[in-house]
């Protein structure tokens, strides 16, 4: 068990990450431009740090969770980065979801000072977070993958190596969008069966075990009263939220176009969520898309 290890980002995902690894006996210091996130993390056991680079100073392992790449470039890289602050040996970890030029820009960077630095985004939301669940994709050399395996175990349920400085990145990027379009196509399967009289449960057990079964089927069902414990039946909160979902897409489209890479549902899913989060749903669980197509249907858009 690593002796130290600086936590830096308190978010909606961050937060529980940390308590899960403080409850795993870690011990950590922390950082959050929120005072009230690093009060809640002290609470429960963590050390409270003035700044990012005075966390990271003595730690071991750094893990960030930050919302984009500026922001992951300018931690490590910025006026007093970390990449400045760190002791010889220092194992990074960016739990963040940005684009992968930025992963490898940052990790190059990291290694011309003779630091491992690995890319490992999440799946798995806010309750895949709080209960350990989530499932890490790791960019980076398998020598530093393997010495933040234990840490990977704590916070998640999974994690896979997808290849060097980048690759989970990609993975993540691919993921979700695959993700997005989905659960655009489980919100209209079901909603076109209830407009035509048919029970949203009903017709989710009949898809879940037929050729049209996923993962939203699954355990993420779209429709409010199917599935207790899925956000939609919780007023679509907490979980993952429109606007991340609509800025990974936007890391995919980002992408099709660099590669020239047909993308053409990856691009109507982020049309469709862009929609809706100007319709003022951004902070609303992404399953709630169904309520988007459900507004098509009222003619009235947003549901």
Not at 15 to 25: F, S
Not at 239 to 267: E, I, N, Q
Request: some cysteine; aromatic content about 6%; charged content about 15%.
């Amino acid at each position: 068990m690593a002796n130290k290890i600086a936590f830096i980002g308190l978010g909606n995902m961050g937060a529980p990450m940390a308590a899960n690894l403080i409850k795993a006996g870690y011990a950590l210091t922390v950082f959050d431009l929120v005072e009230q996130a690093m009060a809640e993390a002290v609470a429960l056991g963590a050390e409270r740090a003035e700044s990012a680079a005075a966390a990271a100073e003595h730690a071991d392992i750094v893990i960030s969770m930050l919302p984009a790449g500026k922001h992951v470039a300018t931690l490590y890289q910025g006026e007093n980065g970390l990449l400045n602050a760190v002791a010889a040996g220092t194992l990074l970890v960016d739990c963040s979801t940005i684009d992968a030029e930025t992963a490898r820009q940052v990790a190059a960077a990291a290694g011309e000072r003779g630091l491992s630095m690995l890319d490992a985004p999440v799946s798995g939301g806010v309750n895949g977070a709080k209960a350990g669940g989530l499932t890490f994709m790791v960019g980076g050399e398998a020598e530093a993958v393997e010495q933040a395996r234990p840490l990977f175990d704590v916070m998640g349920k999974t994690y896979f190596h997808a290849g060097p400085a980048g690759a989970g990145q990609v993975a993540k990027m691919c993921n979700n969008m695959l993700l997005g379009i989905l659960m655009t196509g489980t919100s209209e399967a079901i909603n076109l069966a209830v407009a035509n009289g048919l029970d949203p449960s009903v017709v989710s057990d009949i898809m879940k075990n037929a050729s049209g079964g996923n993962w939203a089927l699954n355990v993420y069902n779209p429709y409010p009263g199917v599935m207790d414990n899925a956000p939609a039946s919780n007023g679509y909160k907490p979980g993952f939220g429109v606007d991340l979902m609509l800025k990974d897409l936007g890391l995919a489209m980002d992408s099709s176009l660099k590669k020239g890479v047909a993308t053409p549902l990856g691009s109507m899913a982020r049309n469709l969520y862009s929609v809706h989060s100007q319709s003022g749903h951004g902070g609303d669980d992404f399953s709630s898309i169904l309520n988007l197509l459900k507004g098509y249907t009222d003619g009235s858009a947003g549901g």
